[in-house]
């Protein structure tokens, strides 16, 4: 089961943290979490190697669960078993921050 991190935990420490948003290009373009980098969830394990050593990766999707922890699965499964999925996703993180 993927694991997740709650708005708190990313507010308190964000550097900490890499944020990929697995949506389509219309929904990351139309709003996303500041910082996010936009990799689709279909084209996640092609680009895996994209991703910072040191940081814990964190998938987004529009409100948090399905696209998000099938993320997180598929990162699990190519070698970063620290991977998170984002509570309440962009939509949560927006509430918060707008």
Known sequence: MAQMLT????ADDPD??????VR???DYAAAHVTGAVHIP????AA???????????????GKGGGRS???VDIL????????LWLE???TGWLAQNT
């Open 47 to 61: 680009r895996v190697g994209e991703l910072p050593a040191g940081m814990t990766p964190v998938t987004i999707c």
């Open 88 to 90: 309440g996703g962009t």
């Open 69 to 71: 922890a099938e993320g």
């Open 24 to 26: 389509d290009a219309e």
């Open 76 to 83: 699990n499964r190519l070698g970063h078993p620290d991977a």
């Open 7 to 10: 708005l708190a935990a990313l």
């Open 41 to 44: 969830l279909a084209g996640l």
């Open 16 to 21: 900490r943290f890499h944020l990929i948003d």
